[in-house]
């Protein structure tokens, strides 16, 4: 294991406890944008991610949700290193007090995701992805499910905040999805989700409209735990994008055509 990748794993341990302590005592919730939450948990939790990432790789870049927004590529730092930190990926789960929360740090370099570490506090469960060396949880090896067909599939989705207002709501999905498949959840931690791809407790994931901290670090456990990921049109899957479809590779196809199919009732 590299480096980076313990000390992400470390790291995203640490930030895991200040979530699971957060939820004990009261915290402060403020409005980013309709629907769109932060506490002070979310920025204790990057505050203590940004200090180590400082700590021990001065250099390098960092794109975290909390912060300053910056775009891909940008971010403080020079290294062509990035660390991509979602510090509580949840948030409405957490205000709500629904278990259902993780820490994201994924490590691109050269505009690749080469470390992805998604941290689920609640259940002390450690998702740990390097690209090219598979994916674990908690030290032993995961592999995606062996579903075939989308009718036996469960997948999972989630709604943009903005979704009033938004084009893109993903609903003309959601009910071509629902007769097509065994289930359908909206657990509300899109990189939760996507780790469950990675070991077989969903069969698949689709979403719009998300940001990278959201999909970069369990995208390459789907990928290094033998699934498929891509864009929704189907092209190569690029984290800096928003929507995203991960699956067991096995009813990948099958989920592309349900996402180009035509609207229910239009001809
Ligand atoms: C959100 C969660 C949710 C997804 C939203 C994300 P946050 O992240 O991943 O499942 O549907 O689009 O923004 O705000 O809790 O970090
Ligand atoms: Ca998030
Ligand atoms: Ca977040």
Request: proline content about 3%; hydrophobic content about 40%; charged content about 25%.
């Amino acid at each position: 294991m590299h480096d980076h990748t313990r000390h992400a794993s470390e790291i995203a341990r640490e930030a895991g406890a200040i979530l699971r302590e957060g939820q004990r005592h009261p915290f402060a919730i403020d409005m980013k944008g309709n629907r769109d939450l932060v506490t002070s948990v979310d920025t204790a939790s990057e505050k203590l991610i940004l200090d180590r990432i400082r700590q021990n790789y001065p250099d390098d870049r960092i794109v975290a949700e909390e912060s300053a927004p910056v775009a891909p590529g940008e971010g403080t730092g020079t290294c062509s290193r990035a660390w991509i930190v979602d510090p509580l990926d949840g948030t409405n789960n957490f205000a709500h007090g629904y278990p259902f929360y993780c820490v994201a740090i994924a490590v691109e370099e050269a505009g690749e995701v080469v470390t992805g570490v998604v941290y689920d506090p609640l259940r002390d469960e450690m998702f740990v992805a390097e690209r090219g060396a598979g994916a674990t949880l908690n030290g032993k090896r995961i592999r995606v499910s062996d579903a075939s067909l989308l009718g036996d599939s469960i997948v999972a989705t989630g709604f943009p905040y903005d979704r009033s207002a938004a084009s893109e709501n993903n609903l003309g999905n959601l009910s071509r999805f629902i007769l097509s498949v065994r289930g359908i959840r909206r657990a509300g931690s899109a990189e939760l989700d996507l780790a469950y791809v990675a070991c077989g407790r969903l069969d698949g994931f689709w979403e719009l409209g998300l940001k990278i901290w959201d999909v970069a670090a369990g995208g390459l456990l789907v990928l290094e735990a033998g699934g498929a990921v891509s864009q929704t049109d189907g092209s190569d899957w690029d984290h800096s994008r928003g929507d995203i479809v991960a699956s067991n590779g096995r009813v990948h196809d099958e989920m592309l055509a349900v996402l180009r199919a035509p609207e229910l009732g239009v001809d």
